[in-house]
């Protein structure tokens, strides 16, 4: 564990001084490559009038409501999919079709049909989690040994029974493992959502640093996603460690 914290401390240091060499050394000016000084001069700056904070929670909201959305209805679709192979038939053509086409293509539709709130941003964000997410609840489902459903079957177990003893915990750890791209994915969906049309969100302040040439509050702003990708990617693996406690060896 400290030799991972150390080696993760060491590149990250690297990475930073590679950064301030190239900005000071490389002889760009500073609205086409500020150096890290700056950029934490400007973090600074947007973090006290409140800024970053305001933009942040917007983002944040719109990336909770997608992902909860996006996991909701990709788990029940899923699993309907996994117990019945006519529907899945039937529905697979129109599921991979929509994954054919771009978000972003699709952004400025939602915007128009939705208007520019709330609403379309979190259909974007659970537009993006919904694939990932079904695939593995339908790979989880399907992995649950037929033994074991004969088992169930045997002992008379009802379909919720089943569901809850046999086929929840048996899928859990595919599950989760698309849970956590669903996590990370649902961030993109969002700042899609605010480039395509927003007054507030972390991708409305990008659009606003580069429109004024401010690349240091651009830098701001996506290093602040990165961290909410990371936070919530995190949140994931804390939960998968909680709910599959029962896999790991006393």
């Not at 991972?4 to 086409?32: D, E, R, V, Y």
């Not at 309907?80 to 400025?108: D, G, K």
């Not at 569901?163 to 929840?168: F, G, K, P, T």
């Not at 602040?224 to 790991?248: F, I, K, N």
């Amino acid at each position: 564990m400290k030799a991972n914290f150390l080696l993760i401390s060491s590149s990250l240091l690297l990475a930073l001084l590679g950064w301030h060499l190239l900005a000071t050394l490389g002889g760009l000016p500073a609205f086409m490559l500020p150096g890290p000084l700056q950029v934490a001069e400007r973090f600074g700056r947007a973090l006290q009038d409140g800024t970053l904070l305001r933009h942040t929670l917007v983002t944040l909201a719109e990336v909770l409501l997608g992902l909860a959305a996006g996991v909701g209805a990709a788990t029940v679709l899923g699993y309907l999919l996994a117990r019945s192979l006519p529907l899945e038939r039937l529905l697979s053509p129109y599921i991979i079709a929509s994954q054919a086409i771009p978000v972003v293509a699709i952004a400025p539709l939602l915007m128009i049909w939705f208007k520019t709130g709330l609403l379309a941003k979190v259909l974007i964000c659970a537009l993006i989690v919904f694939f990932p997410v079904l695939v593995n609840t339908v790979v989880g489902v399907r992995s649950v040994p037929d033994d074991l459903r004969d088992l169930m079957r045997s002992l008379q177990a009802t379909r919720w029974q089943t569901l809850r003893l046999l086929e929840a915990p048996a899928a859990l750890p595919v599950f989760l493992g698309g849970l956590r791209i669903g996590a990370t994915l649902s961030v993109i969906g969002a700042v899609v959502g605010e480039f395509v049309a927003a007054d507030a969100g972390l991708g409305f302040l990008i659009n606003v640093g580069r429109g004024l040439y401010d690349t240091a509050l651009v830098f701001v702003a996506v290093f602040t996603l990165v961290t909410l990708a990371l936070l919530l990617y995190g949140l994931v693996a804390l939960l998968e460690r909680y709910l599959l406690a029962w896999q790991r060896k006393p």
